[in-house]
């Protein structure tokens, strides 16, 4: 079936960086955006940015540039979110999301999220 | 950015109840306006797209409607499996914007 398998929990220390895979199965990997979004605790969802694994090319929220970097190896059909210079706010539910293409770019297949707590 | 605001931001319902939320953007987005529901601990899951669309596989008594900046999302009879946080999200412009969520909780 179609899924995004995402890598498992982090504890980082402030001023890191965390590496997050999200594996797709059960679809071809390059024909789909992948987008990233953070959850704090508690808290809504917020936009990160995506990644066109058929081109490589990127976009991230202004909020994350500088910080984020988001890459994929279509050999392996995985797309990777780096989040570096991590700070103790940064301690959130990270989800990468399948974009269903076409008119309306909704979501339609998540991963099942990946916890980063960041703490000295 | 486009800011997407939902009310109410908390509502508590029984079982059997028609429930609508409301979503607002600050500038027309069409009808570039997603539905997501969210349990505790789980994934987002689509419900609705386009603004009316329902996803494959998501029950009949969930329904969107609107365009413009003013949408909303109508369950019809709220089941047991109903009461999760739902957000909505605009895909008319990047950054892809959210709203804050709206918790449909037990009265």
């Known amino acids: 079936q179609v899924q995004l398998v995402q890598s498992g929990a982090e504890v980082k220390k402030p001023g890191a960086s965390v590496k997050v895979s999200c594996k797709a199965s059960g679809y071809t990997f390059t024909g789909s955006y992948i987008y990233w979004v953070r959850q704090a605790p508690g808290q809504g969802l917020e936009w990160m940015g995506w990644i066109n694994p058929n081109t490589g090319a990127t976009n991230y929220a202004q909020k994350f540039q500088g910080r984020v970097t988001v890459t994929g190896d279509t050999s392996i059909s995985t797309a990777y979110m780096e989040l570096r210079r991590l700070r103790s706010d940064d301690t959130a539910v990270f989800y990468c999301?399948?974009?269903?293409?076409?008119?309306?770019?909704?979501?339609?297949?998540w991963g099942q999220g990946t916890l980063v707590t960041v703490s000295s | 950015d486009i800011q997407m605001t939902q009310s109410p931001s908390s509502l508590s319902a029984s079982v059997g109840d028609r429930v609508t939320i409301t979503c607002r953007a600050s500038?027309?987005?069409?009808?570039?306006l997603n539905w997501y529901q969210q349990n505790p601990g789980k994934a987002p899951k689509l419900l609705i797209y386009?603004?009316?669309r329902l996803q494959s596989g998501v029950p009949s008594r969930f329904s969107g409607s609107g365009s413009g900046t003013d949408f909303t999302l109508t369950i019809s009879s709220l089941q047991p499996e109903d009461f999760a946080t739902y957000y909505c999200q605009q895909s008319y412009r990047t950054p892809r914007t959210f709203g804050q969520g709206t918790k449909v909780d037990i009265k």
């Open positions: 386009a603004a009316s």
């Open positions: 999301a399948r974009s269903m293409g076409g008119w309306s770019d909704a979501f339609d297949i």
């Open positions: 500038q027309s987005i069409s009808t570039y």
